[in-house]
Antibody, heavy 117, light 110 residues
Framework: QVQLVQSGSELKESGASVKVSCKAS????????IYWVRQAPGQGLEWMGW????????TYAQGFTGRFVFSLDTSVSTTYLQIFSLLAEDTAFYYC??????????WGQGTLVTVSS | QSALAQPASVSGSPGQSITISCTGT?????????VSWYQQHPGKAPKVIIY???KRPSGVSNRFSASKSGNTASLTISGLQAEDEADYSC??????????FGRGTRLTVL
């Protein structure tokens, strides 16, 4: 079955960087885009952007340009989210999700990134 | 690009029906029949319960239904059950491979 498995929780200091992974299984990896969604504590879901797993081309939503980078390694069916120069407001759960015909049919379990100041 | 507007909370008693609204603009909800709804229990990842405005994935109860009129989409849950208590978020395609989520609605089953 389709599965997205994310890396574990991270505790980082302000100014550091973090890399979250999302490993896909159960389907042909490069046939579906992978999207990233942020959920700050007690807040709603926020679309961050996506990466085309066929071309590797990333697209970033407004507010997620500059410090956020999506990448992938097709050899291990894994996409990555890197956040540089972490700020306290980056503290959130980060989810990867597979997009199928304009909705997100499978989600990773989420990765909590905590930034201490 | 602001979030889609949803009520912060709704509540209902077991067996009752509730409706959650999701209001966007003519650039997103009003322009595409590509609204999806997600259920999220505490500490869990979101799960799709409606896609393409009014379609249910296999395995999702037919107590969940949805519709759209103009710039507003709606999710209705009938025959409320305790297990329906969760957060519900709408999401709309907004063109050029971009999406916008709602702020989420907390459903309390009294």
């Amino acid at each position: 079955q389709v599965q997205l498995v994310q890396s574990g929780s991270e505790l980082k200091e302000s100014g550091a960087s973090v890399k979250v992974s999302c490993k896909a299984s159960g389907y042909t990896f490069n046939r579906y885009g992978i999207y990233w969604v942020r959920q700050a504590p007690g807040q709603g879901l926020e679309w961050m952007g996506w990466i085309n797993t066929h071309s590797g081309n990333p697209t970033y939503a407004q507010g997620f340009t500059g410090r956020f980078v999506f990448s992938l390694d097709t050899s291990v069916s894994t996409t990555y989210l890197q956040i540089f120069s972490l700020l306290a407001e980056d503290t959130a759960f980060y989810y990867c999700a597979r997009e199928d015909n304009w909705f997100f049919d499978s989600w990773g379990q989420g990765t909590l990134v905590t930034v201490s100041s | 690009q602001s979030a889609l507007a949803q009520p912060a909370s709704v509540s209902g008693s077991p067996g009752q029906s509730i409706t959650i609204s999701c209001t966007g603009t003519s650039s997103d909800v009003g322009n595409y029949n590509r609204v999806s709804w997600y259920q999220q229990h505490p500490g869990k990842a979101p799960k799709v319960i409606i896609y393409e405005t009014d379609k249910r994935p296999s395995g999702v109860s037919n107590r969940f239904s949805a519709s759209k009129s103009g710039n507003t989409a709606s999710l209705t849950i009938s025959g409320l059950q305790a297990e329906d208590e969760a957060d519900y978020s709408c999401c709309s395609y907004a063109g050029d491979n971009t999406f916008i989520f709602g702020r989420g609605t907390r459903l309390t089953v009294l």
